[in-house]
């Protein structure tokens, strides 16, 4: 039996210990490691799983910008990620269940377009999509092929041309405190 958790600071060392575990030492090095440098995740929505008080999964989302690099003008959103599962519990459904609730919660909390880095295959069914044919860049002008978005109709397309970028932990957290209308997919 596995229950859902907020994640809380005790949680760091064991969440490095998983994510280390799952994705490799050299995990820092990705380009998304590069948006998350200096910025807290959203603590109402980081979200651990726990198997009699192990901690067995953890998803975290992280406030970015998306620069549009024509116009010069910039949008919140959040990055999900990393998502992380046990590999004994890999294939049991803890991973798509931490997926699909943290979401509810980011939807409650208003945000409407949320980014990742991932498998196309697997966060299609959470109504994710590949960002392109728009071209968005990460840290260091690295093509995003592997970027995906799940956005309402409400907010505008995103960029022909932008780059995610960091952006300060206040944001996120205002954006919680007066949250805009939830959207469904």
Do not use: C
């Not at 039996?1 to 809380?8: G, I």
């Not at 010069?72 to 699909?100: N, T, Y």
């Not at 943290?102 to 299609?124: M, P």
């Not at 840290?139 to 960091?166: I, K, N």
């Amino acid at each position: 039996m596995f229950t859902f958790d907020n994640e809380r600071v005790s949680d760091e060392q064991d969440i490095n210990l998983l994510l280390d575990k799952v994705f490799g030492d050299n995990r820092l090095e990705k380009a998304s490691y590069a948006l998350r440098a200096g910025v807290d995740p959203v603590p109402a929505l980081s979200t651990v799983v726990r198997v009699e008080n192990r901690l067995a999964a953890t998803i975290r989302f992280w406030p970015v910008m998306v620069k549009d690099l024509i116009l010069g003008s910039s949008d919140e959103a959040l990055l999900l990620g990393p998502l992380a599962v046990d590999p004994a519990l890999q294939g049991s459904g803890v991973g798509s269940a931490l997926v699909r609730q943290s979401l509810a919660k980011a939807n409650a909390a208003g945000f409407e377009r949320i980014l990742l880095v991932g498998e196309a295959d697997y966060y299609a069914r959470f109504g994710f999509v590949p960002v392109l044919p728009s071209f968005i860049t990460l840290p260091g002008g690295r093509d995003a092929r592997r970027l995906l978005v799940r956005q309402s109709a409400r907010v505008s397309s995103l960029p022909a041309v932008g780059r995610l970028q960091p952006v300060g932990h206040q944001t996120a957290q205002s954006a919680i405190a007066s949250p805009k209308p939830a959207f469904a997919v």
